[in-house]
Nanobody, 138 residues
Framework: DVQLQASGGGLVQAGESMRLSCAASGFTFDDDDYEIGWFRQAPGKEREAVACISTSDISTRYADSVKGRFTISSDSAKNTVYLRLNSLKPEDTAIYYC?????????????????????????????WGQGTQVTVSS
């Protein structure tokens, strides 16, 4: 069975950093093609994609709101995906979830600058870890 274990949340002040971890089991990064994403959900808001990574080619995608501040990475030896959150803002406060979907999920959005690869929507992910709370105080 695929299982995801998220950890690393907490309370920080605006401008600080933290790292979230998502340990995966039931598949291996080296042998299996999975899309792994970080999502977040703030009170009263819909769950939104933050960043995602493909285990097949380690390609990454980010939401516009976190580009340049957050970094998603993976460690195949530990079968773990990380999300580094820098320059945190109060609006980053949310419950953060990691999720996984089997296969290479390619979602392309047409923008003014051309086609851009984006994270698949939450509905495309089959496996979810428990959330971890990130709170950023001003």
């Amino acid at each position: 069975d695929v299982q995801l274990q998220a950890s690393g949340g907490g309370l920080v002040q605006a401008g600080e950093s933290m790292r979230l971890s998502c340990a995966a089991s039931g598949f291996t990064f080296d042998d299996d093609d999975y899309e792994i994403g970080w999502f977040r959900q703030a009170p009263g808001k819909e769950r939104e994609a933050v960043a995602c990574i493909s285990t097949s080619d380690i390609s990454t995608r980010y939401a516009d709101s976190v580009k340049g501040r957050f970094t998603i990475s993976s460690d195949s030896a530990k079968n773990t995906v990380y999300l580094r959150l820098n320059s945190l803002k109060p609006e980053d406060t949310a419950i953060y979830y990691c999720a996984a979907a089997e296969g290479d999920l390619v979602v392309v959005q047409t923008t003014l600058v051309g086609p851009v690869s984006i994270c698949p929507p939450p509905s495309e992910f089959d496996y979810w870890g428990q959330g971890t709370q990130v709170t950023v105080s001003s």
